[in-house]
């Protein structure tokens, strides 16, 4: 009996660090043509996969073992409520990140202000490698985006752990001070 507990403790601290030391690879696909916007999350080469489609009419969430579906839910509206908090989107631990724009808008002076616009963005973004495909002569408009980057997740775990412990911290402070 207690081989079998000390196997299923090793297990579990096998899978906690594969957990803690492979990246997460996420992929986002933004088009204004189908008014979608995708974002696929995935972890050890696919084997655990999650999909979040929004599109205009409706919004859902499916998890992927393998390819065998294991969880799906329909997202009705996304409220208001603001979930991210800046300090936590700093937390993240991104890697090897890109994004690919494509464009188009109604006048060509639109597009070329665009182009400018985006190279302004990626002078300050440093981390991020962004390629724009604009298309002056087109008579649609639309924006297609492409955007990826890996997920450190044992780092983004210890970062948003200690931008936590700040928050207590800074609380109990406060408290402090009254």
């Known amino acids: 009996m207690m081989y079998i507990l000390l196997i299923i403790l090793l297990l579990l601290t096998l899978i906690v660090l594969i957990l803690l030391f492979t990246v997460i690879t996420i992929r986002l696909e933004f088009n ?27 919004s859902s969430i499916d998890v992927y073992l393998g390819k065998i579906r294991i969880f799906s839910k329909v997202i009705k ?22 994004a690919n724009v494509y464009y188009s808008f109604d006048n060509p002076f639109s597009t070329g202000i665009t182009s400018g616009v985006i190279q302004i963005i990626q002078s300050y973004l440093s ?29 983004t775990l210890a970062n948003i752990m200690r931008v936590q412990l700040e928050n207590k911290n800074k609380r109990r402070d406060i408290a402090w001070s009254r």
């Open 77 to 98: 509206a996304l409220g208001g409520k603001k979930i991210l908090k800046w300090k936590l989107i700093r937390a993240l631990d991104l890697n090897n990140s890109f």
């Open 127 to 155: 981390g991020i490698k962004i390629s724009q495909f604009p298309d002056f002569l087109s008579f649609d408009q639309y924006v297609y985006i492409i955007a990826g980057s890996e997920l450190d997740l044992g780092r």
């Open 32 to 58: 204004t043509n189908a008014n979608e916007l995708a974002v696929r999350l995935s972890w050890l080469n696919s084997l655990l996969t999650a999909k979040a489609n929004v599109r205009s009419s409706n």
